[in-house]
């Protein structure tokens, strides 16, 4: 199970997601912590298209390739404006000579609105870059990666990453001889033990 992470991300930039597993589930919410509840969102990745529409928790989820590009767009609705207020009735005619009602009376033609209501309820899209990468392990950086998982163990590799040299050859034979290995010196001859002693 992989613990869920929370990040703001802005909308118009590129965010990079590490994958621990082919699956991406995001859970979108407003600045104010409010789910994006029930909005239509199209995730575009590699040449994969999803269309869907959010949970009630405001999330999505769907297998992913790793090491891909996409794109996230989300159709928010605005809220339903609430209905105008009810124009209050207008007084009668102030007899002339009397002074006027107090207070005055306020009525919706008092504050026009410039904004026509069909603009306002208009869908907003939200969009996000992905950039999506698989977790860097053993298979991607073997080399080293196992490396630093030898260091990881208390076997010294002095200043070696990356191009295997005399010093990691000693802590493969280290690695080997307190584990009962037959000692080669190589590194994929340990990757199994080594990957089980470091994830121990």
């Given at each position: 199970m992989v613990s869920p992470r929370t990040a703001p991300i802005r909308t118009g930039n590129t965010s990079t997601f590490i994958l621990k597993q082919r699956r991406l589930h995001l859970v979108l919410v407003d600045p104010h912590e409010v789910p994006y509840a029930d909005q239509e969102y199209i995730l575009t990745v590699g040449r994969t298209e999803h269309c869907g529409r959010t949970a009630a928790d405001g999330s999505l989820s769907h297998e992913v390739p790793g090491l891909a590009q996409g794109e996230l767009l989300l159709k928010v609705r605005p809220p339903l404006a609430p209905p105008p207020p009810r124009a209050s009735p207008r007084h009668a005619a102030t007899p002339q000579g009397a002074p006027p009602p107090y207070p005055p009376t306020v009525s919706e033609e008092d504050f026009p609105d410039a904004t026509p209501a069909k603009a306002a309820a208009e869908p907003v899209t939200l969009h996000w870059a992905l950039q999506l990468q698989s977790l860097a392990g053993f298979e991607?950086?073997?080399?080293?990666?196992?490396?630093?998982?030898?260091?990881?163990?208390?076997?010294?590799?002095?200043?070696?990453?990356?191009?295997?040299?005399?010093?990691?050859?000693?802590?493969?034979?280290?690695?080997?001889?307190?584990?009962?290995?037959?000692?080669?010196?190589?590194?994929?001859?340990?990757?199994?033990?080594?990957?089980?002693?470091?994830?121990?």
């Open positions: 991607s950086d073997a080399v080293t990666a196992a490396q630093e998982r030898l260091h990881n163990l208390g076997f010294c590799i002095e200043g070696e990453r990356g191009a295997p040299g005399a010093s990691t050859r000693a802590a493969v034979r280290a690695f080997q001889r307190r584990h009962g290995l037959p000692e080669t010196g190589q590194l994929p001859d340990i990757r199994r033990e080594l990957i089980r002693q470091h994830d121990a």
